[in-house]
């Protein structure tokens, strides 16, 4: 991960936010993995993403150029909610097998006031 202090799973400020959040992840698929591996990871973690305490988006788009690169975006109700979502051991094995297949660059996004 980067863009992130310390090691941490996200950026304090995006963390301790109450409004809510999103980042967007451009991830590359290694050399060795297929894209259709990701696809069927994809397939099996966004059920049990959507289901978490407040995940309002979760999806995952490939590169209509170039397969090997997908985008995911994500939109939680708070930082809180997301925290809970990096730390959810129930979904280690998904998130493991993502890093395992994929290089990220992540984008935190903070809403900007009106």
């Known amino acids: 991960m980067s863009n992130t202090d310390n090691g941490a799973l996200a950026p304090a400020e995006f963390l301790s936010s109450t409004e809510p959040v999103s980042l967007v992840a451009v991830a590359r ?13 994809v397939k099996a973690a966004i059920p049990a993403v959507h289901a978490e305490k407040g995940c309002e988006q979760y999806v995952v788009h490939a590169e209509l150029d170039d397969p090997r690169v997908f985008v995911f975006y994500e939109r939680w109700s708070n930082g809180s909610d997301l925290l809970g979502h990096l730390r ?4 280690r094995e998904h998130s493991d097998a993502f ?13 900007l006031s009106a």
């Open 88 to 91: 959810n051991p129930d979904l």
């Open 29 to 41: 698929l290694r050399p060795g993995f297929e894209p259709e591996h990701v696809h069927r990871l």
């Open 99 to 111: 890093f395992e297949a994929l290089d990220f660059e992540l984008r935190w996004l903070l809403p």
